[in-house]
């Protein structure tokens, strides 16, 4: 075992396609094959240098899986690569009717009093989060990475959405 390739990004550690939209079923095999190869466990009778950069691949393995696996950490991270970081707590540009919308999204999920309203809610975010991609998708495969980054911050809004219907949901039940 070697130590970690900290210039390597997450898609080269998995062999994978730089694209944002990828194969997760062959992601996680991926996964699976590299952690089965390198889990600490297979490293106990090695020396403590050898131990510890299999430590340390493994969590890079761990990060890299994790950032690649869902569409918006994904893509947040093509972004990151290119340069353009999306930092915490950045405002949509302040594009009023797409803050009205989420607005009233988060009221129509707080105020949902059945199962059935709050899965309506969450179909519809899953729409929304499926147009998104698609149109993540094109603007990154076209290098326009300002229009991407728009798109990814709307994504991680109804994300947010997406992850409060799941909460309320929960709550009904």
Same mark, same amino acid.
């Given at each position: 075992?070697?130590?970690?390739?900290?210039?390597?990004?997450?898609?080269?550690?998995?062999?994978?396609?730089?694209?944002?939209?990828?194969?997760?079923?062959?992601?996680?095999?991926?996964?699976?094959?590299?952690?089965?190869?390198?889990?600490?466990?297979?490293?106990?009778?090695?020396?403590?240098?050898?131990?510890?950069?299999?430590?340390?691949?493994?969590?890079?393995?761990?990060?890299?899986?994790?950032?690649?696996?869902?569409?918006?950490?994904?893509?947040?991270?093509?972004?990151?690569?290119?340069?353009?970081?999306?930092?915490?707590?950045?405002?949509?540009?302040?594009?009023?009717?797409? +803050? &009205? @919308? /989420?607005?009233?999204?988060?009221? %129509?999920?707080?105020?949902?009093?059945?199962?059935? =309203? *709050?899965?309506?809610?969450?179909?519809?975010?899953?729409?929304? +989060? &499926? @147009? /998104?991609?698609?149109?993540?998708? %094109?603007?990154?495969?076209?290098?326009?990475?300002? =229009? *991407?980054?728009?798109?990814?911050?709307?994504?991680?809004?109804?994300?947010?959405?997406?992850?409060?219907?799941?909460?309320?949901?929960?709550?009904?039940?």
């Amino acid at each position: 075992v070697q130590p970690t390739d900290e210039s390597a990004s997450h898609f080269q550690i998995l062999d994978c396609d730089h694209s944002f939209t990828l194969d997760t079923q062959k992601l996680q095999k991926m996964y699976l094959k590299l952690q089965r190869s390198l889990h600490p466990d297979n490293f106990s009778q090695k020396t403590e240098e050898e131990q510890g950069f299999s430590e340390q691949q493994s969590a890079l393995l761990n990060r890299a899986y994790r950032t690649l696996l869902k569409p918006l950490s994904r893509g947040l991270y093509m972004l990151e690569l290119e340069g353009m970081p999306i930092e915490e707590g950045t405002i949509s540009g302040g594009d009023p009717s797409l +803050l &009205m @919308e /989420l607005m009233e999204l988060n009221e %129509a999920v707080e105020e949902a009093d059945t199962a059935e =309203a *709050a899965d309506r809610i969450g179909q519809d975010t899953k729409v929304k +989060l &499926m @147009e /998104l991609t698609a149109q993540i998708d %094109a603007a990154l495969r076209k290098g326009e990475y300002k =229009a *991407a980054k728009a798109l990814l911050i709307q994504m991680k809004y109804f994300a947010n959405v997406e992850e409060k219907v799941k909460e309320r949901l929960s709550k009904l039940m």
